[in-house]
């Protein structure tokens, strides 16, 4: 931040002027500067710091061998200089040879064999890329993807110019022949569309120029002529802009629906000339792959227009073509004069005035191939206690955007009832993944990943030829034995930000991206949610707005024809267009850079606004909390926020510095003798000193005496605690051993099993939604006055004005959360959240009754049982009739507003909860349970499954 600026006066200079002076522009090595990019750059130092300190491997072949022998090859300068080209030209021999370099025989070339060796044995794709992804129709399943393969040039665009430039004729042409003009072109100074579209276009004609260029000095290097190397470049950049011509657009893609499954033999009918099952054979040699083998295709047409255009080209442009992919792919990881060439074209191209550093270019490499090893690593680096700290927060923030989502869109009079009930129960079921789980961090589970690959001393292209057929055998891995972590871990291990998954429904939040300057689990609520809160709340926008909203809950693709799938499209046209249409009046960007950025900015902006919202609601809550941690300091009745401090002997874990700041040294007291206790017959003598006192305990500097707290341990909370009131407990049960401390006792004070459950449901009736154990014990216990307007509220609201309810709740809160501690040992009970233990309550399978286990006809007393079952049936109906038959059922009745006096009922909880599942109560009504003549609640907040 910038705190020289007034923050009223120009906010964006107070929150980013500080970022934007330190980074007035983007560093040396870099076309762009942000968040992200300073996150990815600090993980890399990160892991260069922990690869570089690597203790020497002891045994060949483990993680860390792998990774110090792949990251020593890459800086092994030396090696690499050494050899030249003289690896790719290897490659190029081994797929019979490239034209331009004068080695290649048209008549014995086979394209079909190359084709297929370059996408099995050399991870290179040209015209299409074949992947394994989650099965749209299963996502615990796996399938083939092939998908367009993408160009030379970032966008298809690149390759010719915009028909709607107004300086697409003379002016266009004379740059294309290289000369000037052939008339003047009149250029209005007052018109800045104009300008920008004559500056768009120069730009557009140096990118041609420039890739141009990359082509005939990357050629060159390798040995073709100058001649040779001008028409290969001249041939190549034409053939590219055929292929980008039946490229799709970007938006085309985005919607799954529009993607087909086929099987291999109707992918051969489609693309006869394209060797599909062979290509697959020898990808995936051990995943059974047959002519009914699935294929998913994002856009069958462009396959097919592939197909149609290998079929049409003569072989000498096909090898130029194929050859340069498998070049450009490689050339980063030859010696200087390759790796110049490529920098040059980067630099054209981006702005990036300066190659990255050798060591980053290194790490980024040992990313590529080996991403889950170094994330993984980083997590297992991380301090235990920083990363519960950081989990928790993030599981607060999580729950805190959850419950806002969940509003926003109830409110949201514009979805139809289909999309929003929809939206809703993704939004509930959503899931959250804060690092790895550590099945996947034990040594067994990494090695196992790491198995199939190789790694040779000071031999970085091979190494390289390594770590793409590891690639390709966790692709073959994951096709044949999908897991479920397979969805995801990718995105936990190479991200730099959160991740929403939708074939999974979860957001991953990888821990090494939980650091500073973006995270730390103290920074103010400001930082956090307008940082990982903005980032959290765009997974859960995602995951409601196109396109990731066609995958349900359970990952699954929606079908076409599905009501969602065209609500969802319409329901976001209008603010897209208004986005699209506001973006070209700006006259910033070109109509087809708003129609692919619209979206995409309505997320953000949506996003943006649901995480200030949240912020918003928790801000006055948290204020009013630590106004009553105040209040009951006052007291000495104060919770302690620090978790370190919730022990009994919290007294002693304090500060040094603190516990003798107000002690009064020995040599401050005056009038002390010196000399050792003598006896007087059996009299002991002392001389006037206060040594035994001061042994024993301390005097502060206004002479009070304190002893030492060893013998005794005091908590100001625990002594809060009116025990009285608390229920004595009765002996055990027989069978249990009564010498045994009661917190290992199995048993409730009646003698039956301690029902932990039971106690979470209790629990749940004393507790507020995004509330945690503690937080409700302080609401509960606060003291501080009220204003009139609020002692109105509570009036209106049938609360009533006295404390002595919150104390007996406080009582027996209190109670149920320590029977938990003392009976389960869990020590983290008082920080849990309402969510959380609402979860588990219905997680919880259902405990076998003794009427289940009466049932069990193959036990050897079944007669037995059932019999004495049914006499003691009988018993008790004669005794009590039928009235004993409803005692247990709790009834509501409920009214649809606070001003409402018409009351309906009584209803059964089934039928109240059929109600709310069936949608009955649109928005939340005032219900309360028939009898009780008191306060009506919220219907929201009622959770009627755990009266049923």
């Known amino acids: 931040m910038n705190e020289t600026v007034a923050p009223c006066e120009d906010f964006w200079n107070y929150a980013c002027g500080g970022w934007l002076k330190d980074y007035a522009s ?28 690597l203790p ?33 030209r290897k490659m190029i021999d081994q797929l019979g040879g490239w034209h331009v370099l004068r080695d290649f025989s048209v008549h014995s070339w086979d394209y079909r064999l190359a084709l297929q060796r370059l996408h099995a044995l050399y991870g290179v794709s040209p015209f299409f890329k074949v992947s394994v992804v989650p099965d749209p129709r299963d996502s615990l399943k796996s399938v083939i993807q092939v998908s367009p393969a993408g160009l030379g040039l970032p966008d298809r665009s690149y390759y010719y110019r915009h028909s709607d430039s107004p300086f697409a004729g003379s002016l266009g042409q004379s740059l294309r022949k290289g000369s000037s003009p052939s ?131 003569d072989r000498v442009s096909l090898n130029n073509y194929m050859m340069w992919v498998l070049a450009v792919h490689y050339l980063p990881y030859l010696s200087q004069e390759f790796r110049d060439t490529v920098n040059y074209f980067r630099k054209e191209m981006t702005g990036a005035n300066e190659p ?44 805190f955007s959850r419950n806002q989502a969940r509003k926003s869109v109830e409110q949201a009079a514009w979805m139809p009832s289909e999309l929003q009930a929809f939206a809703l129960e993704k939004i509930d079921t959503l899931d959250l993944q804060v690092g790895f789980p550590s099945d996947l961090l034990t040594k067994e589970y990494r090695e196992h990943y790491y198995s199939k690959l190789f790694m040779q001393k000071n031999d970085f292209f091979q190494n390289i030829q390594y770590g793409v057929e590891l690639l390709r055998e966790i692709q073959q891995e994951r096709l044949a034995s999908p897991s479920a972590e397979h969805r995801w871990i990718d995105a936990l291990s190479s991200s730099s930000s959160p991740v929403y998954v939708p074939s999974a429904n979860k957001v991953v939040v990888p821990f090494h991206t939980l650091v500073p300057p973006v ?255 503690a937080k409700s014990l302080r609401r509960l216990g606060g003291n501080k006055n009220i204003s009139a307007s609020e002692r109105w509220r509570r009036k209106k609201d049938g609360e009533g004005d006295s404390k002595e309810g ?52 193959y036990a050897d007393d079944f007669d037995e049982k059932e019999k004495a079952r049914m006499e003691k049936q009988a018993e008790r109906k004669k005794e009590n009739g039928e009235e004993a038959t409803g005692m247990a059922k709790v009834m509501w009745e409920f009214k649809w507003n606070e001003e409402s006096t018409d009351i309906h009922g009584p209803h059964t909880t089934s039928q109240m909860q059929a109600w709310v599942d069936e949608g009955y109560f649109k928005k939340s009504v005032l219900v309360r349970k028939c009898g009780t003549n008191g306060q009506f609640y919220n219907s929201s907040r009622v959770d009627f499954e755990l009266y049923l």
């Open 26 to 53: 983007p560093p040396a090595a870099r076309s762009k500067w942000n968040q992200d990019e300073e996150m990815a750059f600090r993980s890399r130092e990160v892991i260069r710091s922990l690869v570089t300190t």
């Open 56 to 88: 020497h491997p002891t045994r060949d072949m483990s993680i860390e061998w792998k990774m110090t022998r792949l990251y020593e090859s890459c800086m092994a300068l030396d090696t690499i200089e050494s050899d030249k080209y003289t690896p790719l």
């Open 183 to 313: 008339h003047r072109v009149c250029l209005d100074l007052s018109n800045v569309s104009s300008i920008q579209a004559l500056f768009r276009l120069i730009a557009e004609r140096n990118v041609i120029t420039t890739y141009r260029r990359f082509l005939r000095d990357a050629v060159s290097n390798l040995g073709a002529t100058s001649t040779a190397a001008d028409r290969f470049s001249d041939e190549t950049f034409h053939f590219e802009k055929r292929i980008a011509e039946i490229t799709p657009l970007p938006v085309d893609l985005q919607d799954p629906t529009h993607a087909t499954i086929v099987t291999v033999d109707k992918l051969k009918a489609l693309a006869p000339s394209i060797p599909f099952h062979e290509i697959l054979l020898a990808m995936f040699p051990k995943a059974n792959i047959g002519g009914a083998t699935e294929v998913l295709l994002p856009s069958d047409s462009y396959i097919t227009k592939v197909s149609s255009i290998l079929s049409t080209t």
């Open 356 to 399: 990255l550093q050798r060591w980053e270019m290194c790490v980024e490499t040992l990313q590529r191939f080996m991403g889950f090893a170094l994330a993984s690593m980083q997590d297992l680096a991380m301090d235990e206690s920083n990363k519960n700290a950081a989990t928790n927060v993030v599981n607060e923030m999580f729950d």
């Open 519 to 773: 995270f730390h689990p103290q920074y103010p609520l400001a930082v956090l949610y307008g940082g990982l809160g903005v980032q959290l709340s765009s997974a859960f926008v995602s995951a409601v707005l196109p396109w990731n909203v066609l995958y349900g809950a359970d990952g699954k693709l929606l079908p076409p024809d599905h009501v969602v799938a065209n609500q969802s499209a319409h329901a976001v046209q209008g603010p897209v267009k208004f986005l699209i249409q506001d973006l070209i009046n700006s006259g910033h960007i070109s109509e087809s850079v708003a129609n692919r950025t619209a979206l995409a900015t309505m997320k953000q902006i949506a996003a943006t606004r649901q995480a200030h919202l949240v912020l918003c609601l928790i801000m006055p809550k948290r204020k009013l909390e630590d106004e009553l941690e105040e209040d009951w300091a006052d007291a000495g009745t104060k919770i302690k926020a620090d978790n370190k401090k919730n022990s009994l002997d919290s007294d002693e874990e304090d500060n040094g510095e603190e516990r003798t700041y107000d002690i009064l040294a020995e040599d401050e007291i005056e009038g002390q003798e010196e000399g050792a206790a003598g006896f007087d017959g059996e009299v002991r003598i002392t001389p006037f000193n206060m040594k035994e006192e001061l042994e024993e305990g301390h005097f502060d500097t206004e002479g009070n005496y304190h002893w030492k707290k060893e013998g005794q341990i005091r908590d100001n909370w625990l002594e809060n605690i009116d025990w009285v009131k608390i229920k004595k407990t009765d002996e055990k049960p027989q069978g249990t051993e009564g010498d045994k401390d009661d917190s290992e006792s199995d048993y409730s004070n009646d003698g039956s099993p301690f029902d932990h459950m039971a106690v979470y449901k209790q629990m749940l009736e004393l507790m507020k939604p995004g509330e945690s154990v």
């Open 806 to 857: 919150n104390r007996q709740k406080v009582t027996e809160l209190t109670e149920l959360a320590n029977r938990l501690l003392t009976r389960t040992g869990n020590m983290n009970i008082y920080q849990e959240s309402y969510e959380h233990i609402r979860k588990n309550v219905r997680l919880q399978p259902r405990p076998a009754t003794d009427y289940e286990d009466a049932l069990d006809m």
